[in-house]
């Protein structure tokens, strides 16, 4: 089974005691990093995509190791990955966004993977056109871009969750 398929990556790095997310786009022999998460929660922000995703049938495993786990994610889900790590930017919930992101693939909030997903690329976008970007940057996420999104899609979600609780559609 060729990798080459696959257009987006998920890995955790240990360093020290500190984890590190990335995120990266691109084929396996050349990728572009377009996001990392730091801290505290970012460990358990993996943990919620890999096994969400792995239910699905929706990971690759690469390379694993005891400072390294590094996954393809299947192409149809990658936006949806990218959205979820902007989602859980800085966040002290990360469990509240892990619920959502495994109901999300579970198709419990029917139609909203592709508003969700379109934030990715939005991203894009705005990291694109914000002015000070350095040459050859232009796929990397601008931090300014990811917060302005990352709080935006929160509300975005708590409003989605909070209608389909309500049984609005």
Known sequence: MSHEKYAYYITLRKRGK????????GSESKTTAILK?????ADKIFNYAV??????????????SEHEAAYAVREDLGPLVGAYLILARRTRKAEKWGDFFTKLLEERYTGIAGAFSAFLELALELSRSLP???RGKSSTLSPIALDALSAALK?????????YKAGAG
């Open 18 to 25: 500190e984890y590190e997310v990335l995120f990266n786009i």
């Open 37 to 41: 998460l730091r801290g505290v929660n």
């Open 51 to 64: 096994e969400a995703l792995a239910r699905q049938g929706a990971l690759v495993p690469l390379r694993i």
């Open 132 to 134: 000070g970007r350095k």
């Open 155 to 163: 509300q975005f979600v708590d409003r989605i969750v909070k209608a």
